[in-house]
């Protein structure tokens, strides 16, 4: 079968810090935490810890009231991305021809949907004794959301769909949507993905499980630290990111810029427990996203690492880097950048596929936050990147993304010399 090769045409997000992607990138290559204290007035408990938002965004800015109106915050995260990510490849909203976008794809990924519509459902019924809730409330709630916006909004014809699969979901949107360009079923397709993890069911499940960190104003910023010794879990937050995957021939001939291209994707399940997580089924994810691009270890120069900062997951994922790469692993650059921009839950395959992206478009590799002096020896075997390097040689590079239930799914990259700076 012919396979055609994947250019990564266009980049998004809203990012935690307030500014656009060159800033997003920047803050992280200097280590800045994006992390935050959270104290809401939720009733009868505010909840009150360590989170990423998106304090910035105001969707009726970035969207038009009419649009965020009929939007939940996660499909406004998700939309407002993907419009940036549209843009940056160059294109317009509606296509001159209508038919002309008619294989055109939109695959998302999401682990909560519209839980917050559904909250705020529950909320008005319970607490404030209402009998109706908004004619509205299925449509705000529903995980295909985004997607179905991004169709209708975009004029695209294709497979539109979403995928939830807990930390991975993005990460598996992003990588069915390559096969698809691959394959030649659709020129293009936009993917990525967005959550809004700020309900109080939410956060109260990640607290009873005892994997949120602790913190408070002072110490929040550096709650997050994976393959610390002194770690105590992750932190919950927010965003929506997208990625434009487009036929390279396709982007040549209308002369899109490049930022990379994607090569391989990877997928497996541990099949043996629904939340610890195990090195062989991850080994075999990482191994399939090697064989699929055609590369060998020798050819990876970095890895964005899944590193949630929990007891049990992060030596688990440097036992299974070190299973597959051998005697290269020591020499192997690791970072966690979720040190910074925190756990995005269904989207945050996607955040870390596109820093991937950056970081080789870059030829920078940003650092696991917080981890100075504090390298856990269950943690060692890699080269773990403690500040941001710049000037470093990079061909290809994996983005790791091993999510409860055991599904396991990685991307992987390769930079494009000269296409794009």
């Not at 160059?90 to 519509?117: E, H, M, N, Q, S």
């Not at 550096?222 to 932190?235: E, N």
């Not at 541990?270 to 610890?276: K, Q």
């Not at 504090?374 to 943690?379: K, N, S, V, Y």
């Amino acid at each position: 079968m012919n396979r055609c090769r994947v250019a990564i045409t266009g980049l998004g997000l809203v990012s935690p810090y307030g500014g656009g992607l060159d800033d997003f990138f920047q803050r992280l290559m200097g280590g800045q935490s994006a992390v935050r204290y959270l104290l809401t007035d939720d009733v009868p408990r505010p909840l009150a810890m360590p989170f990423v938002t998106c304090a910035a965004f105001d969707a009726d800015a970035a969207l038009g009231k009419p649009l965020a109106m009929m939007m939940e915050r996660f499909s406004q995260l998700g939309v407002a991305a993907a419009f940036a990510a549209w843009e940056d490849a160059g294109f317009t909203r509606k296509p001159d021809v209508p038919a002309a976008r008619d294989d055109w794809a939109c695959i998302w990924g999401t682990a909560l949907g519209g839980i917050l519509a559904f909250e705020k459902g529950y909320r008005d019924m319970w607490l404030k004794g209402r009998e109706r809730l908004s004619p509205l409330s299925v449509v705000l709630g529903m995980n295909n959301a985004v997607n179905a916006h991004l169709s209708i909004q975009l004029g695209l014809g294709g497979l539109s769909t979403s995928h939830t699969a807990a930390c991975a979901s993005s990460s598996i949107a992003i990588g069915e949507a390559f096969r698809r360009v691959r394959s030649g079923e659709s020129a293009v397709a936009l993917t990525g993905g967005s959550d809004a993890a700020q309900a109080l069911g939410v956060a109260r499940a990640w607290e009873a499980m005892r994997l949120v960190a602790a913190g408070d104003e002072g110490t929040a910023p550096s709650a997050c630290r994976p393959f610390a010794a002194d770690r105590s879990g992750l932190v919950l937050g927010e965003g929506g990111v997208a990625l434009v995957l487009e036929a390279w021939d396709h982007a040549l001939a209308r002369g899109a810029g490049i930022h990379g291209e994607m090569v391989g994707y990877g997928s497996s399940c541990d099949h043996s427990h629904l939340v610890r997580p195990d090195a062989d089924g991850q080994a075999r994810a990482i191994r399939a996203a090697l064989n699929d691009a055609n590369l060998t270890p020798a050819d990876i120069g970095y890895v964005n690492a899944h590193g949630t900062a929990t007891t049990e997951g992060d030596p688990i994922e440097v036992a299974a880097l070190k299973a597959v790469f051998g005697d290269r692993a020591e020499a192997l650059t690791v970072s966690a950048t979720k040190s910074m921009h925190g756990h995005l839950l269904g989207a945050a395959g996607a955040i870390e596929a596109l820093v991937t992206v950056l970081a080789l478009r870059e030829q920078s590799i940003p650092p696991t936050a917080h981890l100075r002096g504090r390298l856990d020896p269950a943690c060692q075997g890699v080269d773990h990147v403690l500040e941001g390097r710049t000037g470093v040689p990079l061909r290809a590079a994996l983005s790791n993304s091993f999510a409860f239930g055991g599904s396991n799914a990685v991307l992987a990259f390769q930079a494009v010399p000269g296409q794009r700076h």
